[in-house]
């Protein structure tokens, strides 16, 4: 059954907080796609590979995220949207740690696959959920909050990765997203509603 007309309206804290939460998904995709191709030479100077193997790095997360995003959007559909948020973001946590601790390039390549995953689950539930708490010009002003956010990461996550790069090593990179991650998770577990739309 659908779910959408029966919510009632939340209060303004609640929805900030899951505004909050889906603006630092939308954040961690740009991140996550420019730091790490940042970070390629100070990670090949460290682990080795081929020139291959260094490519995805890149090539894999935006596989994943990209073949992912519409399936994602469906299963939040069927199961819930603050479900598969919340699993995709601890996916996407999760698989940053790993890649801070990540042995080689292989684990690199596999690891990075995972985190499209749970970013494509997080941002296309993020953004239906997103739907549900707004109406009218609100729901304008806050899917524009989203654009800027994925705007903001395009134009400084070479800055920050660069920055952590020189002063703590590119491992770094993946604390960081895991960081935002995890803080969007917990939002979203204490704000976010339960919606669906089997149909």
Same mark, same amino acid.
């Given at each position: ?55 995805? /790095?890149?090539? +894999? %997360? ?9 399936? @994602? *959007?469906? !299963?939040?559909? #069927?199961? &819930? ?64 909050? /989203?654009?800027? +956010? %994925? ?9 920050? @990765? *660069?920055? !952590?790069?020189? #002063?703590? &090593? ?30």
């Amino acid at each position: 059954m659908d779910t959408n007309h029966r919510m009632k309206p939340a209060s303004p804290a609640r929805r900030a907080f899951v505004l909050a939460a889906v603006c630092l998904a939308a954040l961690c995709m740009p991140l996550s796609f420019t730091g790490p191709a940042i970070a390629i030479p100070a990670i090949a100077a460290d682990l080795h590979g081929t020139p291959l193997a260094l490519a995805w /790095i890149t090539n +894999a %997360f935006m596989l994943s995220f990209g073949g992912c995003l519409m399936v @994602a *959007g469906a !299963l939040a559909d #069927r199961y &819930g949207r603050k479900r598969v948020f919340l699993l995709g973001m601890g996916v996407f946590s999760a698989a940053a740690l790993a890649l801070s601790a990540a042995p080689g390039i292989v684990w690199l390549d596999v690891l990075r696959a995972v985190q499209g995953l749970g970013c494509a689950m997080a941002l296309s539930s993020g953004l239906a959920a997103l739907a549900q708490e707004f109406d009218g010009p609100a729901r304008a002003r806050a899917f524009s909050l /989203i654009g800027t +956010a %994925f705007g903001v990461g395009l134009a400084f996550g070479p800055f920050l @990765a *660069g920055t !952590l790069i020189t #002063r703590t &090593g590119w491992r770094a990179i993946f604390i960081a997203t895991a960081a935002a991650g995890l803080a969007a998770l917990l939002a979203a577990a204490r704000a976010m509603r339960e919606s669906r739309d089997p149909q």
